[in-house]
């Protein structure tokens, strides 16, 4: 434990985004605590502080993780994500992710700890009413993923005036690629995300399919905003220290505000492989946007954010060179 050191807690630490952020905080000079149940994440993934295995829904442990090594906030990531099991089981969802955020913010005011940086998504919005998104777009999720996302981003203005908790709520678009020193990357079981998908067909590990292609897109396949998860790492720190300085809690888009289609997803791997791409072509999944793209401008502005990773290709190399120096992911929990 660092007394003298700022302590965080990082709740889903040993998770893709959370591990990644925990570099962030730890190269910017933070005391990190990692809060992780392990069901997605990997021991192997805390490389940097401290580790307590624990689950947010018990809000006792959380606090006792915060009394233990003084931390001053919490960035909350421990959350499930993937959109159709929340169709499929949205009890689960509600339990874990609004249940399970309120228990950490539970823990948090009774230790009285003022500054929350909460994990959300673009999927909040739901269909895109108009693109680029900003934040003022409305918020009308079609699944149950985002509405457990959106409820609780609703639930934090009240926690504020109630009880002085500070909050930002980062919608994520598109995480995607790896630690550019490939000591951290994605290793998701099953694996939901396009790149990684793309790549283990890439090397003849899985088949691939792709969603659609008679969109109304240049190429017909969905267009997305691929954000670098080391540039989500580095806005979590921003994030957080913009609230430690200003005060201001508000909701701020993580994306690049360049969509790619799925088509480019494809080629660029094939590109940066050096092997072709076998897919086909599946039906549309219901829910699927045919353009999603952040308007970034907000979080530029305040929070003084670029993404230093903003061409795809650039992305796909570091998840590339993390799945080639790791080919069992991270080999077990
Ligand atoms: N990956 C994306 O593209 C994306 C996009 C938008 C938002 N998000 C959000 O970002 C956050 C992190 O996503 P990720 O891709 O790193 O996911 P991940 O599954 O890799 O990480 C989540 C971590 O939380 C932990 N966790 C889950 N439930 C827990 C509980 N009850 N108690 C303790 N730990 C628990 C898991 O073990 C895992 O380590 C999530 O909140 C997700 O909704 C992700």
């Not at 069901?39 to 018990?58: L, S, T």
Request: glycine letters at 10%.
């Amino acid at each position: 434990m660092a007394a003298n050191r700022r302590s965080v807690l990082v709740t889903g630490g040993a998770g893709y985004i959370g591990s990644h952020a925990a570099k962030a905080l730890s190269r910017a000079g933070y005391h990190v605590v990692v809060f992780d149940n392990l069901a997605a994440g990997h021991r192997q993934a805390v490389r940097y502080g401290d580790f307590v295995q624990g689950d947010i829904g018990d809000s006792g442990a959380v606090a006792a993780a915060l009394k233990r090594y003084h931390c001053f906030a919490v960035i909350h990531f421990a959350a499930f994500l993937d959109v159709g099991e929340s169709v499929r089981d949205p009890l689960r969802y509600y339990r874990n992710n609004v249940a399970g955020a309120l228990s950490v913010l539970d823990a948090m005011v009774s230790q009285s700890i003022k500054f929350f940086v909460f994990s959300s998504t673009c999927a909040t919005y739901g269909e895109p009413i108009e693109t680029p998104i900003t934040e003022s777009h409305p918020q009308q999720p079609i699944n149950a993923y985002g509405e457990t996302k959106l409820a609780v981003e609703r639930a934090l203005p009240h926690v504020e005036r109630a009880h002085e908790v500070r909050w930002s709520a980062l919608r994520y678009f598109n995480a995607a690629g790896a630690d550019p020193d490939a000591e951290l990357g994605e290793d998701h079981s099953p694996e939901i995300h396009l790149i990684p998908r793309t790549i283990f067909a890439a090397i003849g590990a899985d088949g691939l399919q792709v969603y659609g292609d008679d969109y109304p897109t240049p190429d017909g396949t969905c267009l997305r905003d691929y954000i670098h998860v080391t540039d989500l790492a580095d806005a979590h720190v921003r994030a957080l220290e913009a609230l430690v300085e200003t005060g201001k809690s508000g909701a701020y888009n993580l994306g690049t505000g360049h969509p790619h289609s799925v088509r480019e997803v494809i080629d660029s791997v094939g590109r940066i492989v050096g092997r072709p791409v076998p897919w086909t072509v599946a039906p549309r999944r219901p829910g699927d946007p045919a353009v999603l793209y952040a308007a970034p401008q907000k979080a530029e502005a305040e929070l003084h954010w670029k993404p230093r990773f903003a061409d795809l290709d650039s992305i796909v190399r570091t998840a590339w060179e993390w799945h080639r120096t790791h080919p069992h992911g991270y080999g077990g929990k």
